[in-house]
């Protein structure tokens, strides 16, 4: 359960950071961008799927960067249904949609697959001759 609030607010954070970085996608505050983080996690689980399947041709030549156009649609769609967040067109949404992901996806490498937060400890040894392994 916490890590599907952590995701929710690193999607929220994404948008947040989208926002500050592209000049054409304005949010209105941090609650907004929390329904606009809900509503674009509704639409990614409902419609990506099936945009992907109809684009998998396209998506195979373009080697996968296709879903960026895909992520930038429903971008577009989340602006449509959340009146505090603008997105002013295709190419806002595009840069919007890169940085979206990316954020999201370096934010979620801290949960796991059961939805659990972890972290990952290295330790380093030392060996006798003074080395570090």
Known sequence: MKGLL???LALAVAVMAAAYVVDGIRVDGFVTALFAALTL????????????????????????????V????????TSGLI?????????AALL?????????WLLSLFVNN????????????????GRWE
């Open 83 to 91: 009146g505090g967040l603008m997105v002013d067109g295709f190419g």
């Open 96 to 104: 919007g949609s890169l940085i979206i992901s990316s954020v999201s």
């Open 70 to 77: 895909i992520n930038a649609m429903l971008l577009l769609m």
């Open 6 to 8: 952590f995701k929710w």
């Open 41 to 68: 996690g509704i639409l990614n689980a409902l419609f990506r799927p099936i945009l992907l399947i109809l684009t998998l041709p396209i998506n195979v030549l373009t080697l996968g960067l296709f879903t960026f």
């Open 114 to 129: 059961q939805g659990r937060i972890e972290t990952m400890d290295i330790e380093l040894r030392r060996r006798r001759d």
